[in-house]
């Protein structure tokens, strides 16, 4: 072990005073070697000839020195290799690790997505919902508002059925007359029969009575046309009488106020009021014959009026 250790010292680097930054050691690097003295190669030239034994012995001192550099260095070594090993046991659990955690966000992703998409089409389906509720409240606006028209048509149907049932009432009652309403019609229709029978008869007796109007018209000018050639003869004879004196009159009674027709019922009377003598007996009959023509006149145009 020890030839082992000193063949090797030809090869191996002066130690490092610095050791390295190991990873995983909780900080601490592992002690530094203790140096080798630098006055000792110096003294090597002066002193190799005069002391042989010193030389041996710092030789074995500084192969000494080397070996504890050397079980430094491979306990370094050893201890770097544990903590390589470590090391490389905490990366793959590290890796092992972040593979999982990898793993585990690859499916908090998904799961992300999937909750995403799951709320995406929620929205949607909601939208969608909002939509026909929104239908489904214009819907119901409108079904209140025919409700409204149907309640109010329903009371107008319910005051006109009210009318009805009245009507119908008035109707029932009218329909129990309707014998009574039969017999009136009846009586009616005899009452017509005989009123157009007397109105064709008055119709008749119209054109009769016309036709007789029309002669006794005729008749009544003639005898007008007469009475005034009478009353003009009687005047000339009356001149006459008065020229040549009181004829028939032996008393001499003079009638100075005449006998004028003061007639109450407005007929013809005598407009000659003569203060000359006349015969009482003509006089007499001049007016009853002008009274008894306008008795018939007057008795003509009340039956002619009366029956128009």
Known sequence: MSGRNRGSYGGLQPPINQPPFVRGLGGHAPPPHPPRPLDDNRELPQFRNHHPQHHHSIIEDRIAAQNQD??????DNQRLAATHVALKQELEVAQHELQRMMHYIDSLRAEEDIMMREMYDKSRRCEVELHQVEALRADVQKVRADIKELTSSRQELTSQ???????????????QQIPTLTA?????????????AAIDYEKKGYAENYEHGKVMEQKLVAMARE???LRAEIANSESRAHATGPVGNPGGVGY?????NHDPA??????????Y???PVSYIFLNTFLVGIACLVFDQERALRGRV
């Open 70 to 75: 050397v079980q430094g260095l491979l306990a």
């Open 161 to 175: 059925v009210h009318l009805m049932t009245q009507d119908l009432g008035r109707l029932t009652a009218e329909l």
């Open 184 to 196: 009136e019609i009846e009586n009616t229709k005899q009452e017509l029969q005989r009123a157009r």
């Open 266 to 275: 407005g007929y013809a009377v005598n407009p000659y009021q003569p203060n």
């Open 227 to 229: 009475l005034e050639k």
């Open 256 to 260: 100075g106020g005449g006998y004028g």
């Open 277 to 279: 003598a006349m015969n």
